[in-house]
């Protein structure tokens, strides 16, 4: 399964951007969808995630009231709206096919290769 970030860029700081995360076939189906970001030097850090069937979402505190996961079933994607960008939102951001709807990392496989978000001052 190949999973397909796209999105990312430069922008300033308190703009917005949407990520996309493609799936081939149906390859979301009965799963989660995570989106991780990894900041230079730093360690991956869970964002978001929603569950395919239902569309339950969840945040990291971090992201709450300014990040929205969503997804389209029809186009196997996922999308993640972030808005309010801050310079420290600047990281490369990965989606994932989760077993469960979970920040935990472990869970999550078919990584993508990641879109790289730059928040200015």
């Known amino acids: 399964v190949q999973l397909q970030a796209s999105g990312g860029g430069l922008v300033q700081g308190g703009t917005s951007l949407r990520l996309s995360c493609v799936a081939s076939?149906?390859?979301?189906?009965?799963?989660?969808v995570g989106w991780f970001r990894q900041a230079p030097g730093k360690e991956r850090e869970f964002a978001a995630a929603?569950?395919?069937?239902?569309?339950?979402?969840y945040y990291a505190d971090y992201v709450k009231g300014r990040f929205t996961i969503s997804r389209d079933n029809a186009k196997n994607t996922v999308y993640l709206q972030m808005n309010s960008l801050k310079p420290e939102d600047t990281a490369v951001y990965y989606c994932?096919?989760?077993?469960?709807?979970?920040?935990?990392?472990?869970?999550?496989?078919?990584w993508g290769q990641g879109t790289e978000v730059t928040v200015s001052s």
């Open positions: 076939g149906r390859a979301f189906n009965g799963y989660a």
């Open positions: 994932a096919k989760g077993s469960a709807l979970s920040s935990n990392s472990n869970f999550y496989s078919n």
């Open positions: 929603i569950s395919w069937i239902g569309g339950t979402a």
